[in-house]
C-alpha cells in the first residue's frame, strides 16, 4: 500500500511564520480557535514572516487564520481561486493582511474580532453599516437589546446557502425575516466566527450582496435592504452655540464628505463610522481590535517552533529561505550513507534555538551539519 504524501502546498509552498517562532502553516482537522479582545490585538502587532507561494487565496487565508488564530471573511466577489505570492519578515500580522489584500485590490476591515476582506470601495462603508445595525438594535425596547447584542457563534457546513446560514441567524435570535427571497442564490465554503452579535453577523453575510440588515424599531423582526450609495451615520454633539462655527469649520476641514448640521445647542454630524470615531473616541466599539507594534516581542532571544509532516529536503529548504541560511549538501556522502533527503519525517518542536531546530530534523534521520555564519553544510553523522 503506497503511503499517501501531504498535499504540495502543505510543505512545499513554504508557510513558515517568525513571531519570535518560525512555524509552518498547516491546516488542522478540529475547529479553529479563534482570538478576540486583547489576544486577538496582541497577535495582529506582532512581528511575523512567511512566505505564500502560488496557493489559491481562499486556501491561503483558511491556512493564516488557523494559524494565528485569527477570523477571517473573503468577500464572495472576490476570486478565491487566483493563485497568491507573498513574502515577508518582521511585519506585524495585521499590515501583513492588509498587503495581502491590497494584492487584488482589497482591503480588511476588522468586524468585531472577524477580519473582512473585500473590494476596497465596498469595505470601506462596513463600519457604518455595522455601527447603524447596532444603533438598531441598541434603540429597541431592553429586553430584544439585550438578547441580539449577546454574542453567539455561528459555523456552517461547505456548500451551505446564504439563505440557510441567514436563517440559522435569524432562528438563534427568535428573529423574524422579511422578505428573504430577497437574498440571491450562492453556495459558500465551510466558515466559522467567533462569538459575535447579531448586527455584526447579519452586516458579514450580506455584504457581498451589497445588502444590509435593517432591523425594525422593536428589534422581532429583521429585513434585507441594499446598501446606499452615499451611506452616512447621523449622531448630534453637544455645542455651545459660540463654539458652534468654529468646530463646523475645523470639521469641515477633516471630513470634506461628511456634513454638519446646527440644531440648536447641538451640532448634528453625517459621516462615516470612523469619523466619528475621532470626533468621538468613546463611539468606537470596544471589541475591535488595537494594532500597535509590540517592541518587546522583538527584543529577545529567537525561538522557532515547528510542527510539519514533509521531506526533510523542503523543511530545511523552507527553514533557510526563512532565515537567510545558504544550504550545501554533500549529497555524495549522503547517498553513499543509503539516507534519501526526500524521506517524509515528522518533526514537532516549540521554542527552540535555530541550531536545535536544525539537530532535530537532521541528526535523528542520520544526518549532521556545520553552521558557519549563514553557510549550512549537511552531511552523514560521523562524518
Not at 199 to 208: E, K, P, S
Amino acid at each position: 500500500m503506497t503511503r499517501a504524501s501531504p498535499p504540495l502546498w502543505c510543505w512545499l509552498c513554504a508557510f513558515l511564520v517568525v513571531e519570535t517562532m518560525l512555524q509552518p502553516i498547516v491546516i488542522r482537522a478540529e475547529p479553529p480557535q479563534f482570538r478576540t479582545g486583547s489576544a486577538l490585538s496582541s497577535a495582529l502587532s506582532r512581528p511575523t514572516g512567511f512566505e505564500i507561494s502560488g496557493d489559491p487565496r481562499r486556501n491561503a487565508l483558511e491556512v493564516i487564520s488557523h494559524q494565528f488564530g485569527v477570523a477571517l471573511f473573503l468577500d464572495r466577489r472576490i476570486d478565491p481561486d487566483a493563485p497568491l505570492h507573498y513574502r515577508t519578515q518582521d511585519t506585524p500580522l495585521g499590515t501583513a493582511l492588509k498587503e495581502i489584500a491590497s494584492q487584488f485590490d482589497a482591503t480588511i476591515t476588522w468586524l468585531g474580532p472577524v477580519g473582512y476582506i473585500g473590494p476596497s470601495e465596498k469595505v470601506r462603508k462596513l463600519q457604518t453599516v455595522r455601527a447603524i445595525a447596532m444603533n438598531q438594535v441598541k434603540n429597541s425596547p431592553l429586553q430584544f437589546e439585550r438578547r441580539l447584542s449577546q454574542p453567539r457563534i455561528l459555523s456552517w457546513d461547505r456548500l451551505a446557502t446564504p439563505e440557510e446560514i441567514m436563517r440559522a441567524v435569524t432562528d438563534n435570535y427568535h428573529l423574524r425575516w422579511n422578505h428573504a427571497e430577497r437574498l440571491p442564490h450562492d453556495l459558500w465554503p465551510a466558515g466559522q466566527f467567533p462569538p459575535i452579535d447579531c448586527a455584526t453577523q447579519c452586516t458579514i453575510l450580506l455584504a457581498g450582496f451589497d445588502a444590509m440588515p435593517r432591523f425594525d424599531p422593536t428589534a422581532q423582526s429583521v429585513e434585507i435592504e441594499p446598501i446606499k450609495q452615499k451611506l452616512v451615520l447621523r449622531r448630534s454633539y453637544a455645542a455651545a452655540p459660540d463654539n458652534q462655527t468654529q468646530l463646523i469649520k475645523q470639521w469641515g476641514q477633516r471630513f470634506p464628505h461628511a456634513e454638519v448640521q446646527r440644531e440648536g445647542s447641538k451640532l448634528i454630524f453625517s459621516g462615516l463610522a470612523e469619523d466619528h470615531w475621532q470626533i468621538d473616541p468613546a463611539t468606537r466599539p470596544d471589541d475591535l481590535p488595537e494594532q500597535k507594534q509590540d517592541d518587546s516581542i522583538s527584543s529577545g532571544p529567537q525561538v522557532y517552533t515547528l510542527r510539519v509532516e514533509a521531506p526533510i529536503e523542503a523543511i530545511l529548504a523552507a527553514i533557510a529561505r526563512q532565515t537567510g541560511l545558504t544550504i550545501q549538501w554533500q549529497r555524495q556522502a549522503i547517498d553513499a550513507a543509503g539516507i534519501n533527503p526526500q524521506k517524509v519525517v515528522k518533526l514537532d518542536v516549540h521554542e527552540v534555538s535555530l541550531e536545535t531546530l536544525i539537530a532535530e530534523l537532521l541528526k535523528t534521520n542520520g544526518l549532521d551539519y556545520a553552521l558557519e555564519g549563514k553557510q549550512l553544510t549537511v552531511k552523514p553523522s560521523g562524518k
